[in-house]
């Protein structure tokens, strides 16, 4: 019964196909369209006395004119205890000295005005919107807001409770925890490592917010953008009677350390324990601030790697490989520092698999010359999101305050079409080699340890947290206190004991079956399997399975009659395994097999006991001719708990865990009644319905002829 997976295989293929056929053809790509106009608004710039930068957009065909008040500050601001920033900027329009938080909604509401501010690592912005002839009270309440913030105490109260409820759910989520693992990471000693914890949501006081607003919400900390259908000569006079008076200060030195760039290859793992059936895995490196001038050929290279369903990581995770549902990469440039970020969520077993692929894809990137036509779709399909964004106010005002922000050329945005189109393929190729550097990478995983750890250690030193951050220990082996023989020994036992073993010549084994797919795939049936021993078998898996085209039965059968064995899938000829493929279907296919594991030709060791998952097992590595598994034995009930095993595939290599449970007495010998057997593509399940032993078998059952 544990072989199944073996024939399963052979049904990822025939999912994976079917799904293919019932996409797209992809197969001609189509001819790239010309390069879209770039039409990026004049804007006038002044500077007011008081040191406030204001820009004016003019868009006569806006009937709504939006204010976007930007100050050069963020939560890399909040000193020691994190939140402070983005809590300023949520009580920022929650009452004032004159309103409440109730009366400041109801007078914005009847004008159907949009008020609202937002923090993020290095700026906060206050943002209004509404019709033009509403401009003056629209002003009034952003501006009362502005000077006047009061921080009431019982809006605190209600959004600490807020905080600390969605913390509560942090450690429970491993994309959050690897948000947090990320930028702990990357950005290491830089502010922009800090994440609010739940003693910082208790420490902070209403006296920490006002004090942070004094301090940073001044005018010569901040610019104002303006976007709608008015001219600077209009607007100004506006723009000086609300904000002409706002009195600048001196502003608190910018003296943060810079993140330590990530050098050698490392692995960093947080443990949620054995509920997690999937890794969240994401590979990062240091890259660049948002000035740098490779921003734009870096953004295109991430775009070919990974920049959604056209993205080369996503067609090999998902498509080719079946690990995921989707996978991507990021250019997060911040104004003092940057990361590059491929993630992804793959079945946990599949882990140390993805991240080989995503370095694969790394270094192919760097190896290899991007093709023309594939680089010129994703520069249009940039150009094309750009213009795009062109319709929003608030996005128009956003990129013209970006230039300020990250002191980019003045002419950055009207450029900006253009510079996308000229990046070439050489442009790609020299940006990959020089910010996807895979000898200087962080591996970082949330998910099993249990099943992951080990595996990632191959990448480099594994360093492990908690969901907090804070360094663990690493599981460590525990004293081996007996030998192999011996443990083979009490499994037997364990079983139902050596003499009662010997008399079982024959089991038919039936189970309902059910195999799910990496990128979603399903199917579902039944199994039955036939062995007698000493190394016959037969075996029937029928599975209903979805083709694209409506469910289809689909059979697989496999004969062994102790010298040949035969194969039979779908859509493909009746097959007689021969040389090392059938002597290893013979050795791998033994019956009752641990009570064969001290015969010829076999090697065993117990190589480690552990904790693995809620129990302690003993490691014993089995090694014949033309295999080697590692069989986990209980160390309370030394019944069998698991296997692991390694084989080749079409795909290449791949290891395939199973986990047996619900162990109950058959005949007097205890066998599991569950299974679970999980490898990079696919998770089956199987429940066993009935065992039966002894029963009179005709030796023909493990017998086909191949015509």
């Known amino acids: 019964m544990k072989h199944i997976h073996i024939i399963a295989a052979a049904l990822i293929l025939l999912l994976i196909g079917g799904q293919a056929a019932a996409q797209i053809d992809r197969s001609q790509k189509p001819e790239p369209g010309p390069a879209p106009e770039a039409s990026f608004p004049e804007f006038n710039e002044t500077e007011l006395d008081n040191g406030l930068k204001v820009f004016v ?43 409440s938080s109730l009366e400041f909604a109801r007078e914005a509401d009847l004008l159907g005005l949009s008020i609202s501010a937002s923090a993020a690592d290095d700026q906060m912005s206050l943002n209004g919107s509404g019709l033009k002839k509403h401009m003056d009270k629209l002003l009034g309440l952003m501006t009362d807001a502005l000077y006047n913030a009061s921080f009431p105490e019982d809006e605190l109260a209600k959004l600490k409770t807020q905080t600390l409820s969605g913390l509560k759910t942090i450690h429970r989520d491993p994309d959050a925890v690897m948000g947090r693992l990320q930028i702990t990471v990357g950005y290491n000693v830089h502010p922009y490592a800090n994440f609010q914890t739940e003693e910082d949501v208790n420490a902070i006081t209403r006296d ?41 200060a001196p502003l608190p030195a910018d003296d943060f350390t810079s993140p330590e760039p990530i ?58 490989h079946g690990f995921t549902y989707g996978a991507y990469s990021s250019v997060e440039a911040r104004k003092n520092a940057g990361l590059w970020n491929a993630s992804a969520s793959v079945r946990r077993i599949a ?16 190896d290899e010359s991007v093709d023309t036509e594939e680089l010129e ?9 750009f213009l795009l964004g062109l319709e929003s106010p608030t996005t128009i005002a956003r990129m013209v305050q970006n230039i300020d922000l990250y002191d980019l050329p003045k002419d950055y945005y009207r450029n900006y079409v253009q510079n996308i189109m000229a990046v070439t393929p050489a442009d790609v190729r020299r940006v990959a080699r020089k910010y996807l550097d895979t000898d200087n990478i962080a591996l970082l995983a949330v998910g099993d340890a249990d099943v992951i750890a080990e595996p990632l250690a191959q990448f480099g030193d594994v360093h492990m947290y908690d969901a907090d951050m804070q360094p663990v220990n690493a599981a460590v082996s525990l004293d081996v206190d007996m030998d192999a023989q011996s443990l083979i020994e009490k499994a037997i036992e364990a079983m ?54 409506g469910m289809q039965m689909l059979e697989f059968e496999e004969w062994i009659d102790g010298e040949t064995a035969v194969v039979s899938q779908p ?6 395994l021969s040389g090392e493929d059938l002597e290893k279907t013979l050795e791998d296919n033994i019956f009752n097999e641990m009570l064969h594991l001290n015969a010829p030709g076999v090697e065993v060791a117990l190589t480690e006991k552990k904790k693995m998952e809620d129990r302690t097992v003993y490691v014993l590595n089995v090694k014949r001719k033309h295999s080697e598994k590692e069989m986990l034995i209980d160390a309370n009930s030394f019944l069998l708990y698991g296997e692991s ?63």
């Open 496 to 549: 139902g004991g050596r003499t009662t073993l010997e008399k079982i010549e024959s089991r038919i084994t039936e189970a309902d079956v059910s195999i799910a797919l990496g990128m979603g795939g399903e199917a579902e049936g039944t199994l039955k399997e036939i062995e007698m021993a000493p190394n016959k078998k037969y075996q029937l898996m029928t599975m209903a399975v979805d083709m694209g085209g």
């Open 351 to 366: 882990t140390d698999s993805a991240f080989t692929q995503v370095i694969y894809e790394m270094e192919r990137m760097r």
């Open 263 to 320: 050098t050698g290859r490392t692995v960093h793992l947080v443990d949620l324990g054995k509920t997690q059936t999937q890794t969240a895995i994401t590979v990062t490196t240091s890259s660049i601030e948002r000035s740098n001038p490779d921003y734009i050929a870096l953004s295109m290279m991430n775009s070919i790697i990974g920049g959604g369903f056209s993205g080369r990581l996503f067609a090999n995770l998902r498509e080719t």
């Open 377 to 385: 779709m994703h520069k249009q399909y940039a150009s094309g999101r």
């Open 57 to 99: 957009i003019n868009n006569p065909a806006q009937p709504v004119v939006t204010f976007r008040l930007l100050f050069r500050t963020g939560s890399e601001y909040d000193g020691d205890k994190s939140g402070v920033a983005g809590f300023t900027t949520d009580l920022l329009t929650s009452g004032t000295n004159s309103r």
């Open 208 to 248: 920490d917010l006002a004090s942070f607003h004094s301090r940073f919400f001044v005018p010569n900390n901040a610019s104002l953008a303006v976007v709608g259908d008015v001219t600077e000569d209009e607007i100004l006079p506006v723009i000086r009677k609300y904000f002409g008076s706002w009195a600048k």
């Open 571 to 576: 859509m493909q000829p009746v097959t007689e």
């Open 645 to 707: 095993e390694t084989a080749e595939t079409p795909q290449g290599p791949m290891t395939s865990v199973t986990r047996f449970s619900d162990y109950r007495a058959v005949d007097g010998v205890m066998l599991p009644f569950s299974l679970q057997t999980e490898n990079p593509a696919m998770t089956l399940k199987a429940t066993i319905t009935s065992y039966t032993h002894n029963s009179d078998i005709d030796e023909s059952t493990f017998t086909k002829q191949v015509n």
